[in-house]
C-alpha cells in the first residue's frame, strides 16, 4: 500500500470512531491483529502487516496459543483504551492512534516503510517501547527517545514546496515524485496525466520560473526568476493541485477497484479498467491480500508422567516465586526512582490524617486537581496506607512509616520468596526420576530472565548485602547529575578522601559500610595511582554544598563538605565482576562481598598493571571459562566487552581469583 492508499483506508476507518480496544494478538514478527469495539456495540477487526498493509476485515485468524511478549505489552497498555483519533503523517505510509486510558494518553505508531514497525509512546511521543530498535543516520527509534516523523506534514506540502523539491532533484519528474513527495510509481504517473507536464521531464528545469517583460519597443522577452524570489513556476502550481484532486478522489470520490494494470486502488486510472469493483475500499483491500501466515507451529500436546508433572509443578513454582522476587524488587526500584514524589505523598497524607478522618481525605483527593491527588488510587483507613501509582507500578505506602521502612517491606517480601525459591530447588535437587524414566530437558536459553535496564544502570551501581542501592558517578559530569538528582532524604554523601573519584550516593539505610567504602576507594585516584589502600568519608545530605567561600572555586563535579565527617580508615582496594542468574541474568560489579552474595560465577580485582580495556578482556575470559558451555550461547547478548567493561575501574587492574 502506498501513501495515497492509506489515506483512503484512514478516511473509513475514522468514520466508525468512536472506538474502543479488545483484544490484541501477534501473529508473526510484522502482522498484528485488533479486535475494536464500536459504540453501539459494532464489532471491527483490523489488521496491520507492517510494511505492508492495514484494513478492516471480516474475520482475524485463530488466536495464537501462546501470546507474544510484545502482544503481551501492548495489551497492558492500552487493551479498554478508547480510540480518540487515528492520523496520518502527511501522505507517508504512517499511522498514528491516539488512545486514551486511565487518564493517560498514548500514540500507537504503525510504520509501512523499510521493514515496518510498530512503536508506543506517550502522550508527547516519547517512545516506551517500539517492536523493533533502529538506529538511522538522522533519528533513532529506541526506548526513552523521542519518536521524530520524517518528512513533510499535509499543509506544509505547498507549490513553494514542490518548487523547492523539484529544483533540488536531479532525476526526471516521475522518478522526484515518486521518490521525494513519497507517491509511489503508480501515484506519481497519475499526478502527471492530471497535471498534464511530461513526466520524464527533468525536475530541475520544471523549477525554472519565466517571468514576461516589456522591451523599449522591439518587443517582449523573457527572464529567469531566482528561486529565491518567492516565486513558484507554473509545473509546481499545476503538480499541487494534481495532487489536491488525487487526495480528493481517495477521500471523497472512492470507486474501489482492483484493477487490471495497477492493483487494488480507491479509484481507477485513467487508462485501466476494473476487474472487480467495491462499495468499500477496506473489503477491496480485504480481497486483494491474503491473511498473513502465522508463526506458531501446531503441536500435539504431549502426555506427562506422575513424576513429569510433579517436576514441572516445582519449576513453575520456582518461576512463580522469580516473578514475586522481581515484582518487589521492581517496586523498591521505583520507590528510590522517585523518592521525592514518595517523600510528598507520605508527609502531606500523614499531616492531613492528623487534622482529618480518612474519609474527609478521600473527598478532598476525589474533587482535586492537584496531579499528587490522580497518582492516589486507593486508601486503606484501617492500616493507614495508600496505593500510589508511579512509573505504571502500584506501590502499598503506609504513611505513619519513612520511606525505609516502606522498602523494608517489600525487601521482606523479597527474602520471604528467597527462602521459598531455596526450598523450592532443594526439593527438585532430591527429586529422582524412576528407572526406566528419563526426565524431560529444560531449554535453558528459555529459562534466562534478563534484567531490565534500570535508571541507575548509567551510573556506577550496587545492591549492598543488606539490599540497599549504591550509586556513583562516572566522571565529573555525572558527579553533578546525581547529587543534584538523587541525593535525598536521609541519603549519605559517600568519597574517598583524595582528589579524583566517584561520588557516592547510599540510596536507604544500610549495615555494610565496609562495602560501601570499598566501592568509593576503588572507583577513585587511589587504584588509579595503583594503591591498595586509603581513607574514605561519608556526610549527610544537609552538609553537602555547591557554594564555595569568598574568593573560592568549586569544580564542575566537586562540592563543599562543611560539619564534621565520618570515616572509614585503611579500607582495602578491591572488585569483583560476575555473572548472576537471580532474579534476573546480568553482569554485575562492585565490592567483594557484594557480589559473591549475588554471582554464581565472579572474578576478582586489585591494582596492578592490565589498562581498563585489557583488563575487561581478561575478565570476560575467565568468567566465560567458568560458565558451562551450553549456556554460553544464550548468553552472548548479557556477557560480553562492554556489559563487563562498565565494572571495571580507571587505572590498572590484576585479576587475583
Known amino acids: 500500500m502506498s501513501g495515497i492508499d492509506f489515506t483512503a483506508m484512514l478516511f473509513e476507518l475514522k468514520s466508525c470512531l468512536p472506538l474502543w480496544i479488545g483484544k490484541i494478538y501477534q501473529y508473526n514478527i510484522d502482522t498484528f491483529g485488533f479486535r475494536l469495539n464500536g459504540e453501539e456495540r459494532q464489532k471491527y477487526n483490523f489488521i496491520a502487516e507492517c510494511a505492508r498493509r492495514a484494513h478492516i476485515s471480516e474475520a482475524l485468524m485463530d488466536a495464537p496459543k501462546n501470546p507474544s511478549g510484545y502482544s503481551m505489552f501492548l495489551r497492558k497498555y492500552i487493551q479498554g483504551g478508547r480510540v480518540l483519533d487515528i492520523s496520518q503523517y502527511g501522505i507517508q505510509r504512517i499511522i498514528d492512534f491516539t488512545i486514551g486510558k486511565s487518564e493517560k494518553q498514548y500514540h500507537l505508531i504503525f510504520e509501512f516503510f523499510d521493514d515496518g514497525n510498530a512503536i508506543l509512546c506517550d502522550e508527547d511521543y516519547i517512545i516506551i517501547n517500539p517492536l523493533k530498535n533502529h538506529t538511522f543516520k538522522d533519528r533513532k527509534v529506541l526506548p526513552h527517545v523521542k519518536y521524530e516523523f520524517i518528512g513533510a506534514a499535509l499543509d506544509e506540502i505547498t507549490p513553494k514546496y514542490i518548487r523547492n523539491m523539484l529544483e533540488q532533484s536531479d532525476k526526471d519528474l516521475v522518478r522526484t515524485l515518486a521518490g521525494d513527495l513519497l507517491l509511489g510509481g503508480d501515484y506519481a504517473e497519475e499526478l502527471c496525466a492530471i497535471a498534464g507536464i511530461d513526466k520524464n521531464a527533468p525536475a530541475r528545469e520544471l ?100 513424576e513429569e508433572v510433579i517436576r514441572l ?35 502531606t497524607l500523614d499531616a492531613a490524617s492528623k487534622q482529618r478522618s480518612w474519609q474527609d481525605i478521600e473527598k478532598i483527593l476525589k474533587g482535586s486537581d492537584m496531579p ?105 559530569g555525572t558527579n553533578e547529575e546525581i547529587v543534584k538528582k538523587y541525593l535525598q532524604g536521609s541519603d549519605t554523601f559517600v568519597h574517598a578522601d583524595v582528589h579524583g573519584g566517584s561520588v557516592v550516593i547510599v540510596k536507604g539505610e544500610t549495615q555494610c559500610w565496609d562495602e560501601v567504602a570499598q566501592f568509593a576507594l576503588s572507583y577513585s585516584n587511589v587504584w588509579k595511582n595503583g594503591h591498595f589502600t586509603g581513607d574514605v568519608y561519608a556526610a549527610e545530605r544537609s552538609q553537602v554544598s555547591k557554594t564555595a567561600e569568598s574568593g573560592e572555586f568549586v569544580a564542575r563535579g566537586a562540592f563543599v563538605i562543611r560539619g564534621e565527617r565520618r570515616y572509614f580508615r585503611d579500607v582495602a582496594a578491591g572488585l569483583a565482576i560476575g555473572l548472576q542468574y537471580e532474579p534476573a541474568v546480568a553482569v554485575i560489579g562492585g565490592p567483594i562481598t557484594a557480589v559473591k552474595a549475588r554471582a554464581r560465577y565472579c572474578v576478582t580485582l586489585q591494582p596492578g598493571q592490565y589498562e581498563p580495556n585489557d583488563a575487561a578482556k581478561k575478565v570476560l575470559k575467565a568468567l566465560k571459562n567458568m560458565v558451562p558451555e551450553e549456556e554460553q550461547k544464550s548468553l552472548k547478548n548479557v556477557l560480553n566487552t562492554e556489559t563487563v567493561a562498565a565494572f571495571v575501574p580507571p587505572g590498572g587492574s590484576d585479576i587475583i581469583e
Open 207 to 306: 523549477a525554472q520560473v519565466t517571468q514576461v517583460t516589456e522591451g523599449d519597443g522591439s518587443g517582449v522577452s523573457e527572464v529567469s526568476v531566482a528561486s529565491g524570489s518567492g516565486a513558484v513556476s507554473d509545473a509546481a502550481q499545476k503538480i499541487h493541485a494534481a495532487l489536491l484532486e488525487i487526495l480528493s478522489h481517495a477521500q471523497e470520490g472512492r470507486k474501489p477497484v482492483i484493477a487490471k494494470n495497477k492493483g487494488c486502488c480507491p479509484f481507477l486510472f485513467a487508462g485501466d479498467s476494473a476487474v472487480s469493483e467495491f462499495d468499500s475500499y477496506n473489503k477491496a483491500l480485504e480481497a486483494y491480500y491474503p491473511m498473513p501466515k502465522t508463526t506458531e507451529k501446531a503441536s500435539a500436546k504431549p502426555k506427562l508422567t506422575k
Open 313 to 347: 509443578r516445582q519449576q513453575n513454582a520456582i518461576k512463580g516465586f522469580e516473578k514475586k522476587i522481581a515484582e518487589n524488587q521492581s517496586k523498591v526500584d521505583t520507590i528510590y526512582a522517585n523518592y521525592g514524589q514518595v517523600s510528598e505523598v507520605i508527609s
Open 372 to 476: 499528587i491527588a490522580k497518582t492516589i488510587k486507593k486508601i486503606y483507613p484501617d492500616t493507614a496506607s495508600v496505593d500510589l501509582l508511579v512509573d505504571n507500578t502500584v506501590i502499598r505506602l503506609y504513611i505513619r512509616e519513612t520511606i525505609e521502612q516502606n522498602a523494608d517491606r517489600y525487601y521482606s517480601e523479597i527474602k520471604k520468596y528467597k527462602k521459598k525459591k531455596t526450598g523450592a530447588e532443594k526439593a527438585m535437587e532430591r527429586f529422582v526420576v524412576p528407572a526406566g524414566k528419563t526426565e524431560k530437558k529444560e531449554n535453558k536459553k528459555e529459562g534466562f530472565s534478563l534484567l531490565k535496564p534500570k535508571w541507575y544502570h548509567k551510573y556506577r551501581w550496587f545492591y549492598t548485602s543488606d539490599g540497599v542501592l549504591v550509586i556513583g558517578g562516572r566522571d565529573a
